[in-house]
């Protein structure tokens, strides 16, 4: 038999609006308040560790130098409305 996950309870004072708005998505899913807000908690803590990896990665690559100078960025979306646009800059 598999050992239970440990679990705290954790308090947040929210807006009325907001607990509201819980309590009729709780009710029209059928699932209890705990469950929706486990739910939005752990999308938001994947989508906040996502952004912070992919902050860390992109300032790896301006460190190593791999990124494209703005003047090269800016020429090339000024030479999108010519009769000659330049290739996308890599």
């Not at 803590?45 to 300032?59: G, K």
Request: proline share 6%.
């Amino acid at each position: 038999m598999a050992t239970p996950a440990k679990t705290r309870t954790v308090t947040a004072h929210v807006p009325a609006e907001l607990a509201e708005k819980v309590d009729l998505m709780a009710e029209r899913l059928e699932r209890s308040k705990n469950w929706i807000v486990k739910q939005a908690l752990s999308a938001w803590v994947d989508q906040e560790e996502e952004r912070s990896r992919l902050t860390r990665e992109a300032l790896d690559d301006v460190d190593a130098g791999r990124f494209i100078d703005s003047q090269a960025i800016q020429a090339w979306a000024d030479s999108l409305s010519t009769d000659t646009p330049l290739p996308a800059p890599r």
